[in-house]
């Protein structure tokens, strides 16, 4: 009688738990149900917008001219980037392919001296629009992206040669008929290239989680400016790596 009573709770406790495990299930499967599409894959269809959090490690190349002086030099930019995406995801089987565009804001610089000018480059605002191509496990996405955009970037120049008030013939400090140090400052608005990779996951209902990095390259931009004997003409050009997380609500 005693070893029947025992069967009995056990049969029972195992029947409890089954159910409570279905309900369960049952529960996950409904909250999954809008984004989980014909044939079992998660449905990345649809647009989509979020905001991401990055660092941005890279290099600017700069070459300044002016009469008597050429400094031509390349120094890291380095800085922390953070913005908002948005796209729209087109997906069959597997197979996922999109459109994005994000706006950011980084700030990213450095500051080197160079002969007679100290250099400070700031590249602090771009924005891209990118194809994606991925494909899908489950709810898993691993994708290509590439595209292009604009980016802000800043250059601001102090001469440190200050020659004496009766100058011996010839250059001095480097400098042709420079009677004082001047400072000196540019800002550009310029196109770029960006591609890059990323993997993006399901992490709750219909929100996604994604890690991605991206290479980005402008092209070379020039501000000339007036300067005793002549002119100052300074041209850069940004090579950049960006690293960044992002979080997305799916619509």
Partial sequence: MKM???????????FVASLLTTMGFAARAADLAPIVSGGGYYNWSGFYAGGNLGAGVGRMEFTATMPGLTA???DEIRGFVGG???G???????????????????????????????????????????????YAMDEWLFYLTA??????????????CRPPLVPP???ICGVFALPAAGSFSGSDFSPFWVAGVGVETQIWD????????????????TDTFAVPGGTLAASRT???????TGLNYHF
Avoid: K
């Fill in 147 to 160: 595209g292009g955009g604009y980016g802000s970037t800043q250059a601001s120049m102090i001469t440190t």
């Fill in 206 to 221: 219909r929100w996604t989680g994604r890690i991605e990095y991206l290479y980005l390259q402008s092209g070379s931009v």
């Fill in 84 to 86: 908002l995406q948005g």
């Fill in 238 to 244: 940004v090579y950049d790596h960006i690293i960044r």
């Fill in 4 to 14: 029947c009573r025992r069967g009995g709770r056990v049969v029972a406790m195992a």
């Fill in 72 to 74: 031509d030099t390349s």
């Fill in 169 to 171: 013939p010839g250059p």
């Fill in 88 to 134: 729209f995801n087109w997906q069959n089987g597997p197979l996922v392919a999109g459109i994005e565009a994000d706006v950011q804001f980084s700030h990213q610089r450095n500051g080197v001296n160079t002969s007679e000018l100290q250099i400070t480059n700031t590249f602090d605002f771009f924005s891209t629009l990118r194809g994606r191509v991925g």
